[in-house]
């Protein structure tokens, strides 16, 4: 049998590694819970390209800011979120279907659609995603003036069928869900790992609060995917979006842009 | 309406009289493939699945009638302390001498009870039929000292005092009989993996609470840090659910973390 122990360097990484992950969950929740509030005032286009806008303002840091609070973090934390609902773990939701259980295998399923929803997303909207390689027709995110307009044709509008464009619709409500159960569960394991919460009584307490912000979360997520999935509209003309004042023929240029 | 009087000829009895009957998952060997044998054995009152097995074991026949070798199965106190008869009953891991029959079956009315399903652990190697092997949880108490050390040359004398709030707390954890349930229902605890389970947090800190105990406090620790330890919980709490012997897991599981936590910050700045 092997051996195990806190006293080799393998052990302490091990030990290391799996503190990471917790860290940097916690550290992309955080990012997740501005992204949804960001994308939650996409309700009034002009406040949404202001919040845009002030994100923007951060440039020349903002790729720095990008690659170290939001990439490097989530990519650790995804790919040794997937080697660890590998590792060897045999799962028994249907043999043992307590609520804790449940819990435990859709927060695996959850990070499982999480990778697949945040490579499409970031592929078909990012600058480094898809369009770093030159691939046309997504519909990729356009911060300047036509940060709407062009979240809703993410969201909405990639392709020309109708039925690809609800697959798309769902796949970002379903994305956005995950991403919420996901992020209020690992808030809730996050303080039993670290030792935050060392009873049962305070891990049903602080199980109570991060049900609270789950459903706030939930509120903000729908209301973002609402936003630009149901009430969106793709060619709302850019005067009512930008406060910059634009001429007319940048104005029809940008709306021509589709 | 209870069967309190044994003795009553079984017309009286509420249950109708029903044979038991038990589908048990056979393996002949370590190494042999599993098989299922069906067992009818006459209803008697206040019968468990323990009496039943013994009952099969004293005429090894199954239901249609055939010869066969008698079904091996583990059972020591016969009063769930040694946690020895621990195999799946319906699909849930709990130990063979603490399941009655007659709760079961009274939930089927008058039509007849299905059969009870038996199977070995699925977590632990099997030696023969319901038999497993738990040395694995056995070399985890090794590692982490799951003992006092009072042994010494000379004598040394009363040992410390225990404060009352403290044996409250390790009175609770000390009642784990070893029984495995607890790692059976875990999704995280398999063979292909080397995580202690549920058990070992709550004897580290069983151990590490008594002022004894407090000797061996940072190597106990220590062995749950590394792979297979404490991190590899993944709060599925499966464990407390299926515990016999209503221990804390989760108190200890969140105590571990956290020693763990203060543990590795020490370590990092002042070894
Ligand atoms: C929306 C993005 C994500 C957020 C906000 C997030 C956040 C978190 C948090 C806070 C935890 C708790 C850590 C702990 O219990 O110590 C966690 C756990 C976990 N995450 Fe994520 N995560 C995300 C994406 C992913 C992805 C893409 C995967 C990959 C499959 C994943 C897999 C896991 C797993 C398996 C756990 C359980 C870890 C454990 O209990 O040991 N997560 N996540
Ligand atoms: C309705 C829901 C969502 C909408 C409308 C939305 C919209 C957007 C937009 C417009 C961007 C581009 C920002 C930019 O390039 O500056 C973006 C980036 C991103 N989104 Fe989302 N998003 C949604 C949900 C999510 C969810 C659920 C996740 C994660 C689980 C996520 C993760 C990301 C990441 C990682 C980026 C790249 C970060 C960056 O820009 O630096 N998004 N999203
Ligand atoms: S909480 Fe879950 S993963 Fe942790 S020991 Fe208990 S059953 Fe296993
Ligand atoms: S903690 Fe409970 S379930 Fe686990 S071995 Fe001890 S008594 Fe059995
Ligand atoms: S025989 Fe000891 S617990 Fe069942």
Known sequence: MTKFGFDTIAEQRHFLLRRIHSLMGLVFGAYITMHLFVNATGLWPKAYQQNVDHIHSLEPMLPLIEIGAIFVPMLLHAIYGIYITKAGVKYNMMKYNYGGNIRYTMQRWAGVILVLFVAYHIATLHKWGLALLGVQGFPKFDAQNMAYQSTVRAVRSPYRSQLANIAVIFFYLLGTWSAVFHWANGLWTAAIAWGLTTTAASQKRWGHVCCGFGIVMLVLGTTAWAAFAIVGNPDLPVSQTTTSGLGQAQMNDVNGHR | ?271
């Open chain 2, 1 to 271: 309406m209870t069967t309190a009087d044994s003795t009553k000829t079984p017309p009286t009895s509420p249950l109708p009289p029903f044979p038991i009957v038990l589908r048990i998952k056979r393996q002949d060997r370590p190494d042999a493939a599993p098989y299922w044998q069906t067992f009818s054995v006459p209803y008697r009152p206040n019968m468990n699945v323990t009496s039943v097995l013994q009952q099969i074991q004293s005429n090894p026949v199954t239901a249609n009638g055939e010869k066969t070798s008698p079904v091996n199965y583990d059972a020591a106190c016969l009063e769930e302390v040694c946690g020895s008869c621990t195999m799946i009953i319906n699909g849930k891991v709990q130990q063979a001498c603490s399941v009655l029959i007659d709760p079961l079956r009274a939930k089927c009315g008058n039509a007849p009870p299905p059969p009870i399903i038996i199977e070995p652990m699925s977590k632990f190697p099997v030696i023969r039929d319901l038999i497993v092997d738990r040395t694995r949880m056995f070399e985890n108490l090794k590692r982490i000292k799951g003992w006092l050390p009072i042994d010494g040359y000379y004598h040394r004398g009363p040992g410390p005092k225990v404060d009352p709030q403290t044996q409250d707390e390790l009175y609770d954890m000390s009642r784990c009989m070893t029984c495995g349930c607890c790692l059976e229902a875990c999704p995280q605890f398999t063979k292909a993996n080397t995580f202690v389970g549920a058990q070992i947090f709550s004897q580290v800190k069983y151990f590490n609470l008594h002022p004894t105990g407090q000797a061996d406090a940072d190597e106990r620790l220590e062995a749950i840090m590394g792979e297979g330890g404490i991190t590899d919980c993944g709060n599925a709490q499966n464990c407390v659910k299926v515990c016999p012997k209503d221990i804390p897991l989760l108190d200890s599981i969140g105590w571990s973390g956290r020693a763990a936590t203060i543990h590795s910050i020490k370590k990092f700045f002042s070894k």
